[in-house]
């Protein structure tokens, strides 16, 4: 159960952390290159989607993943101890 339940968290982290790249995406891109008139801008755009979005997938797993374990680690201590 608790394999299941990290893996869950896990992948709900992944969702909203790509899902936030996603949102915020436009906004990042305006900020760093601005509007686009040629390929050069169109490669750093595809540069920092590429980027960006498996990175904060991968930190929303993680703080995710982070955030249920500890709390499986406290409540097992807490088990063992009663």
Known sequence: MKILKI???????A???GG??????????????GPVHGEDQMSLNA??????FPMCTVLGAL????????GILISTHQQ???
Not at 63 to 70: F, G, P, Q
């Open 63 to 70: 703080k995710s993943r982070e955030r249920n374990t500890s």
């Open 47 to 52: 540069s920092i989607f590429l980027i960006g």
């Open 20 to 33: 936030l790249m996603w949102a915020v995406f436009p906004l990042i891109a305006k900020f760093f290159v």
């Open 15 to 17: 969702i909203c952390g």
């Open 7 to 13: 893996t869950l968290f896990s992948l709900s982290g």
């Open 80 to 82: 063992l101890r009663n």
